[in-house]
């Protein structure tokens, strides 16, 4: 559970009383006020990382401070607080988020570490808490309450039940269960959501939800069964119905959806928002360099016409009292001194940030130290024993199968032509050769293959139709949510050697060209790199580069890092097989 | 601490999904949103006491109710929280003021048993937990944190260290320290502070503070001490500085202050109004039986210009916010079905309530029965050995004293002619006869004591100037906070008869005129009855009408029972003698 920072009362009274000089004063601002809204002009006192106490104009300090900053007339609000995110989604590690997200003026994330959970089971989230430790960005990590997101349809490294989510729980730091996914197990009051909801609520531990499109007695009955928030509304009449039921609501834009207008539309008009607060999710390396983290999605809300002084709030007291986090998310007399000086009250970028009283990044610039990462030997989870020459990545028709076609339950678009993620089983005649299924003569189909990764053997080839590679391979580690070796290719010499530059390099991202190579490794879990958002940004520009070679410019490099999942309304590939997430049961390959 | 509501999860789960019928429907109701401020149509679902759905127009029930209960289109909000009062204060037992408050629509009280706690220690506020548990008002107490008020200058019954209130923070429903206020203690970090707040922390307890005229560095100093509420506030700038620093205001108006309009002025033009709730503090059995409780706190609210939605969230949702309460204070799936039907949303009485989904009271009659209080033994708290004779109020001059008159610091009016409370010593010559001094030549004198009744035999007694006694004598062992026996007399024979009546019957209130007794017995504590409402308002009628002949009209029947508290800018007396209260040093009765 939560840690609080420890405070020495003694010492901070003294210093309102004068008997003791503060660390520091930030002078010349403009103080906005999240209790009350006011703004007016204050100085700020500061001792051992909290607030003493903003004095109003004319109330002298009864001490001078050991140093003063000069705020230059920005306003001083609170640091802001990303309600949901997953760090792994920015493919750095905790200490490196910290250095990149500091200067956008986030100083508090609650993060749900479930892909590196899937991985390394809590190995992985004890060295997200470790890692994010050597970071000044306070990051409380929640315990993952769905891996695997659906049993016995996926192998992952890890399986959490009520033991280890108590155990988490019981780790210093984690401040809740990480959103609960399984709704279905909710509602339908499942022995594997209803003991680990059971552990939190024991603990009085934060019940983080994730409900989309549930709605009526569905959405009652997931409140019912514990989670108290969500952040997985896509549209006004969700977010209205959600704050109605008393869910405290995330307004989220992240690097993948951006319904943030219609969340918006769904509590403009409300005569309160106390229930509402902002959240990433998943954010990418290269938004973080260029437009922000928090104070982006608080200039969207702006931008689709809430009030700066409401969305400010919203990302920090209303989310610090989302958490019952008594002591953030303000700036008063006892509140931990997380600040940022802005120019305006719109997510502009901060002219100065503060951590505990500690000025970390100006002007966009992060000041803390440069020094290497910290110290830490990673395991290489890409454990392929199964993978050994291009013959693996065949397709075979079943032993003893003679005819020259074979009926082929080929994966085709659901129905859109927008979206190519969901996807349905068409059985499909296609030529065999050599014992293999043979695609060669049809340019719109392409291999897929999902390769466990944890030791097990497993693996399972399918065909897509209409993915869009016209050539070579790409691959990854990354693919939600149990992250085994996910591959399209349309030739398996190049899938090959793509699994095993993935698997010498202990995982990552890669596309392969008529035999060549581009590669961002992600050697920690297969999900995230050592290496600082800057350098990660170009790794992935140089393998996008690369996919749209061999996709027409048609493909994303994680591409195939969302066909996988089984909790979809879809049918995806997963080491096990072919999974209609529907129904939850098996598809097969060969229809006969 | 707190002991939430045990809740079947699986019940209400399938309650929503049309498994298992609700227990009850209320319908025909404009469902008032506390989350989003809206009013709409909706009917109420109810299972084991908790809220399974709030259905709007047009959604069908999955399964019928058994029971259905017609709201006649009346507001549906939810019950009141009073966040803080002193059940004393009302002379009712827990037991019969849930009797009282009820049908005004305050289903939840947040007490501090202060009163019986400085008279009979953890035993009294366990009989005020123990007594509780035997109503329907949801009754959770605080555990007081100055008794006695200032330590070495007056006698309690009970003594209450750092030990002593982390016994009672153990207990069940003891939800946090009750109003801190001990203020000087705290902003000069005294050890007995200092502990006890330390007791408070450690668990994580609601920390109430109590911080009169308290501003600037000092108000800064006491809310980093700990405490993060107040309801002492008398002027809108006294709210407005306290909100500006976080602290959570209870805005109050009880029988002896009624400061209201001047508290709206210090919120109404805010933004924002979250950290704003509404307390009673003490309030008389009459004003419950005529105008009300909460709800007439709110009414005020609402004349003063303030939004009646908006006030009526400030005494549900932010109260239970204010005390991390996360299933009261508002209407929605999984909250405490504590729901009040009003046909205005400004504070009129309510024609339903319900607590727990159980119809308690209807147009102002509570429903529950009518049997006789719990059964409970209570001892005698008048422990008076020193009191034997008349002679014993005769207030004797030094042993070998032989002259005929002599220097008495008679206690007179402070400074104002309307406040009769606040005193200062004026040495005045009066004259001596048979050894004592006589005041029966002065009609603007009385005698005036305190009486250890807590068997220690200390008494006091001092003469003062203009109190507004004209003949006989008033006596109470209701003084506050040490609760010593207090009379005011010019006749020491009326004194004794005063005496010895309280004594019989363990403690009340009385007057006395020429030998005639006017008594209202408390023989709980010498502060409460066991009688209901209405008995407890004629007897305070009887009293108050003999004090009414005794003083020409000028004096109230508890006109005694503040003149003993230490923490006042006043001399008072105490058993131990007559305190300063700003120095904090006796003062002599006999100046040289």
Redesign the interface.
């Known amino acids: 559970m939560r840690k609080k920072k420890p405070r020495n009362?003694?010492r901070?009274?003294?210093a309102?009383?004068?008997k003791l000089a503060c660390d520091l004063t930030i002078r010349n601002v403009q103080f906005f006020?999240v209790?009350?809204?006011?703004i007016y002009a204050a100085e700020v006192d500061i001792l051992d990382g909290?607030v003493?106490?903003?004095r109003e104009d004319g109330?002298e300090a009864?001490l001078p401070a050991a140093s003063v900053y000069d705020g230059h007339g920005c306003y001083l609000i609170p640091g802001f607080i990303d309600t949901h995110m997953h760090v792994e989604s920015t493919m750095m590690i905790p200490e490196n988020l910290s250095r990149a997200i500091l200067p956008w003026g986030t100083t508090t994330v609650c993060t749900d570490p479930h892909e590196i959970g899937n991985v390394m089971g809590i190995d992985g989230v004890s060295f997200m808490l470790d890692n994010a430790k050597l970071s000044s960005l306070r990051q409380y990590v929640l315990a993952p309450s769905c891996v695997p997101s659906v049993p016995g349809k996926e192998s992952t490294g890890a399986v959490f039940t009520a033991k280890e989510v108590a155990d988490m729980l019981d780790m210093d730091d984690i401040v809740g269960i990480a959103e609960i996914m399984d709704y279905v197990g909710?509602?339908q009051?499942s022995e594997r959501m209803?003991t680990i909801?059971d552990e939190g609520e024991k603990r009085g531990a934060f019940l983080q939800g994730h409900a989309p499109f549930v709605t009526?007695?569905?959405l009652?009955?997931y409140?019912?069964?514990?989670p108290?928030s969500d952040h997985e509304s896509g549209t006004a009449e969700e977010v209205?119905e959600k704050?109605?039921?008393?869910i405290h609501v995330n307004l989220r834009a992240s690097s993948l959806t951006d319904d943030l207008n219609n969340l918006v539309d769904g509590?403009r008009d409300?005569?309160?928002r106390?229930?509402v607060s902002i959240c990433t999710d998943d954010v990418h390396a290269k938004d973080l360099l260029t437009v922000g983290h928090i104070n982006k999605v608080v200039r969207k809300a702006v931008n689709s016409g809430l009030d700066g002084?409401?969305v400010i709030?919203m990302a920090t007291?209303n989310a610090a009292?989302e958490y019952?986090f008594?002591d953030l998310g303000?700036i008063?007399?006892?509140?931990i001194a997380d600040i940022q000086l802005v120019q305006t009250l719109d997510g502009c970028r901060p002219d100065a940030v503060f951590v505990e009283g500690k000025l970390v990044a100006e002007n966009g610039v992060y000041l803390g130290d440069d020094k290497p990462v910290g110290n830490f030997t990673f395991p290489n989870t890409v454990n392929i024993p199964q993978i050994t020459s291009p013959e693996d990545f065949c397709l075979r028709v079943p032993d003893g199968y003679q005819e020259e076609t074979i009926m082929v339950n080929v994966m085709s678009p659901l129905a859109s032509k927008s979206s190519k993620i969901l996807r349905k089983p068409v059985p499909t005649r296609l030529p065999v050769k050599n014992g293999c299924v043979d695609i060669s003569g049809d340019p719109e189909l392409v291999y897929f293959c999902s390769v466990n990764r944890y030791g097990s053997g497993s693996a399972t080839i399918a065909v897509y139709r209409d993915f869009g590679l016209e050539r070579g391979a790409m691959a990854t580690t990354i693919a939600h949510d149990s992250h085994n070796l996910t591959i399209a290719y349309r030739d398996p010499q190049d899938a090959f050697l793509a699994a095993d530059a993935l698997r010498q390099c202990g995982g990552g991202v890669c596309a392969v060209d008529e035999g060549k190579l581009t590669l961002l490794p992600l050697p920690v879990g297969g999900l995230m790199s050592p290496e600082p958002c800057e350098v990660i940004a170009d790794q992935i520009d140089a393998v996008q580069s690369a996919v749209n070679e061999i996709s027409g410019g048609r493909l994303s490099l994680l591409g195939v890092a969302v066909m996988s999942l089984p909790v979809l309304p879809s049918c995806v590939i997963t080491d096990m097989g072919l999974v209609d997430g529907v129904t939850q049961q098996f598809v097969p390959v060969f229809p006969d």
């Open positions: 009362r003694s901070l009274i003294s309102a009383m004068g006020n209790f009350t809204g006011e909290f003493v106490r903003v109330q009864p909710v509602i009051d209803h909801i009526g007695k569905d009652a009955a409140r019912l069964g514990g108290y209205s704050l109605r039921m008393g509590c409300h005569l309160w106390d229930f002084r409401e709030k007291l009292r019952q008594d303000a008063a007399p006892g509140y």
